[in-house]
């Protein structure tokens, strides 16, 4: 396969804190979460990049500092070769973005899970998918109606609706007009956040069918965030597996779930309920001990190592670097480079 | 149909539960009939708005009536009819021989109380257990669940417990009386894979322990295949299409249980491009369509289908669909 030499997305080391609620009437002792802390990725032109892991594992904070929602606290983002995370002021004692940053928005753009949240449920259709057109002074009078209805029929909704109010939609349809929203300007990065995982069995596919014909027909640039790794291997040419603020694992679609070798990956791998009761049944199923360890006090070493089944000595002193195992593979763990651990239960049976 | 096999421990006949709003009705149930039988899993599957979580909550009589209410149906827990049962025989029953956990734990669980305090006040109701033995007995469970060091937590509130904790809090609870009968409203939607994992183990270790049976409700096709004996498939209110796990699975008869299969994108088949999605949208309980209620949403629909009821089509004596289809290919 070969790339162009510059990807349209390069992140690297990316690291966001938050802090906490300071304890005590003085804050003494102020302590802080370390959501992101220090992944590194780049997302070529037309690609979809898939991240997963499971609640608390900052692959949503991720999403929100690539796209400058919230303001990284180390690390870099390129966009298109754009040192973006410079691109803030301070005004008014907090952090803003300087008009670059404003601009940028035209060609980068979200898509949230909860289609009922992150839509406005006083304005018709029409006013939220005009509004961006409006703020980009893209177009006006009739040209702006006619681009909006334009939009609709993108994402697959009736034109007629147009000034409907979004409690008149459905969860599926609403998550529609999300997408629309995000394509008004016509961007060139989507970075959708569990845009599935509100809706119905049934409507999912719905959306997950209309994220791959937009991408061929827009040619877009994807990050698809998602706990439900079926879901992310449909849609992503590659995925990375995020664990407590970090890349554990991260290879092409297809090879990661045929033939993972993080141990949490594999365990991940294994959870995943199949919808076939024989293979469902004959399995052999990793079921991790414990719980996810607190992002704000995470383990030394490996953030893996309090429920890893293979933990040595090592793992629980040094954080294994992400290191590449093979061309487009790259795992951090420190049994990785030493005889494969065993194949995937999933990838027994393909 | 069959008559109930001698160790059904619940029988549901022709349950309708409808909801008067405003000047509505909303048939949420619309005539369903299922049996559980000791130490078996059945599971009650469909989307949001089906029926499944109401079938549930009208079993234990947990809906306000009204706006809910019942124009037909028994409930049958051993003989008794529980939908005609008097409140007291009810807060007999509940929390002792039918027991329900839910997707939130916080639903049944107190914020205000110690987990001591709301466990042994379920022994000390039921059982009138002393306090001491009820606390040992709080204890026992806690650990069973898998709870590290249940002597000192069983002390703590919910809120000090994580999400995972929670629901396992919850499951003690509601296994502590050893129930026959246990409602499980997707139990573990809300929580991580790798720790939806670890419950549903532990939920089929204790069943095998205490041969309970278990109403399952959930959306999750895979669970199903993992964890239930039966299935029943529900959509608009109604159970479309029932068999064991392994008929359904392998041979779905209704053309909405094919279109959820094929629906999924799935880690064990390679990638395909365009999913089969099933088009268009679930219909509004308060104005069912005519005929089958699929129809609208159906590749196979015929006059016939937006016409009539289907009948229940019974491809064996354990597998049924309610689909003209599925008639025709008997």
Redesign the interface.
Known sequence: MTQPARPLLDVRDLAVTFPLPARGLFGRGREAVQAVAGVSFSVHRGQTLGLVG??GCGKSTTGRAVLQLLKPTAGSVAFDGLPIHEWWVRRGGRWAWDSRLHDLRRRMQMVFQDPFASLNPRMTVEAILAEPLRNFGLAAGRDRRERVQRLMETVGLDPRFIRRYPHEF?G??RQRIGIARALALGPELLVADEPISAL???????I??LL?RLREELGLTMIFIA?D???V??VSDRIAVMYLGRIVEEAD??QL?AAPRHPYTQ???????????????SRD?I??AG??PSPVNPPSGCPFHTRCPLREERCIREVPPLVAIAPGHAVACHLVESPPLPASP?SR?? | MLPPAPDTVLEVRDLRTFFRTDGHVVKAVDGVSFTVRRGETLGLVG??GSGKSVACLSALRLLPAPPAFHPSGRILYRGHDLLAAPERELERLRGDRLAMIFQDPMTSLNPYLSVARQLTEVLEVHKAASPAAARRAAIAMLERVGIPDAGRRIDQHPHQF?G??RQRVMIAMALLCEPEVLFADEPTTAL???????IL?LIAELQAALGTAVVLVT????????TTDRVAVMYAGRIVEEGT??EV?ANPLHPYTR???A?????????????????G??PDLGHLPSGCPFHPRCGLATDRCRRDRPPVAAVSPTHRAECFEAEAAR
């Open positions: 499971e609640s459905s599926g349809q119905d069995v049934s409507i999912q596919a719905q997950l069918n791959g706990h790794l079926a879901a291997r449909h679609a297809r779930v365990a991940l791998i294994s959870a995943v309920p199949l919808p076939d009761p024989v293979r469902e049944r199923r079921v991790l719980e996810l999933v049976h393909s | 989307e949001s994580s995972g904790m991580d894979v790798t720790i939806q994992a670890q183990e959306h999750d096709l895979g669970v199903v295949a993992g796990t392994a699975f279109g959820l299969l629906s999924l994108p799935r880690i064990d088949a390679p990638p395909r491009g365009r999913l089969d999605a099933i088009p949208l679930p």
